[in-house]
């Protein structure tokens, strides 16, 4: 028999995942695996799991969110072992799954799996941490982000907010200096994103034909703070219309980016949160890990 690693969250999401674990490793038990099962008891449970026994296993199958899934591919990523990931998505945010077209029929992923073959996908390196499809900073990051829905309307509810206060007196402009592979950016900020996805919480939507998960390359969205009534409008014009090449929001493909700030900021990884740092070193490791999908 094949060995199974399968890591659970069982708190994901309305717990679906946990409801189905019965049916979860039959379908796998008909596919000839011998499963070692972990349900998460924390934070980082799932990389400390993942990292540990990936070597043990010819399959890691992760149940959870993005935020589940960001630790178990972090690490197996660590662990230095080339097994292939399998990712039951029951979170209340699929960003990612969203983007890979994975099925959010719970059963339905875990056949995916067994018939599916394994793709190679990049993974950004965030410091010591990882980060499967966004790292953001900015406006909203620590208080919207904890909850999905915001997470979901971010940049539209940054448009909605910036058209209702017109005087920003709740958002502070973060001054950045942002050395990419071949540009430079510096500037005042008001957010700014790190992604390796098509979809930003459904918002930020960009091209198929633009983004490639697996070319070695984020894209980097840049919003500027606006301070005159006419930079505001532009910024929130080009929010509501998607155009992301204006006098204030930049995007920009990098292999690579060093990020200077004045003060400590904060960041969050995949939706998880990530305490302040001045000094961040991002990089797209390319070819990082297997991911198999049915496609
Ligand atoms: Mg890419």
Redesign the pocket.
């Known amino acids: 028999m094949k060995r199974l690693l399968l890591i659970m969250n069982p708190n994901a999401g309305q717990k679906n995942g946990k409801r189905y674990l019965a049916d979860i490793l039959e379908i796998f038990r008909r596919a000839d695996y011998m499963p070692t099962a972990f349900m998460t008891v924390g934070t980082g449970d799932a990389f400390t799991l993942a990292k540990e026994h990936a070597a043990d296993a010819q399959l890691v199958v992760c149940v959870g969110g993005d935020g589940t899934f960001n630790e178990v591919t972090a690490g197996v990523v660590e662990s230095g072992v080339d097994v292939p990931i399998g990712y039951i998505p029951c979170g209340s945010t699929n960003d990612f799954a969203t983007s890979l077209k994975l099925s959010k029929n719970i059963l339905q992923a875990a056949r995916d799996i067994v018939d599916g073959t394994p793709k190679t996908y ?1 993974i950004g390196q965030f410091g010591k941490r990882y980060f499967s499809y966004v790292a953001s900073f900015g406006a909203f990051t620590r208080a919207s982000y904890a909850t999905p829905q915001n997470l979901k309307n971010a940049l539209g509810h940054l448009a909605y907010i910036l058209e209702g206060i017109k005087d920003l007196p709740n958002i502070r402009p973060i001054h950045m200096r942002i050395e990419t592979a071949d540009r430079v950016f510096e500037d005042d900020y008001i957010f700014g994103a790190i992604c ?1 996805s098509t979809s930003l919480g459904g918002v930020l939507t960009l091209s198929p034909d633009a ?9 980097l969205l840049l919003i500027k703070y606006p301070y005159t009534a006419a930079e505001l409008n532009d910024c929130i014009r080009c929010l509501q219309e998607k155009k992301y090449d204006s006098p204030t929001i930049t995007l920009h ?1 990098t292999d690579r980016l060093t990020i200077h700030c004045s003060t400590a900021v904060d960041w969050t990884l995949d939706g998880e949160y990530e305490c302040g740092h001045a000094l961040v070193e991002a990089v ?1 490791r390319h070819n990082a890990f297997r991911l198999i999908t049915n496609q």
């Open positions: 990049d390796n983004v490639n998960m697996n070319d070695g390359l984020f894209e493909s797209n």
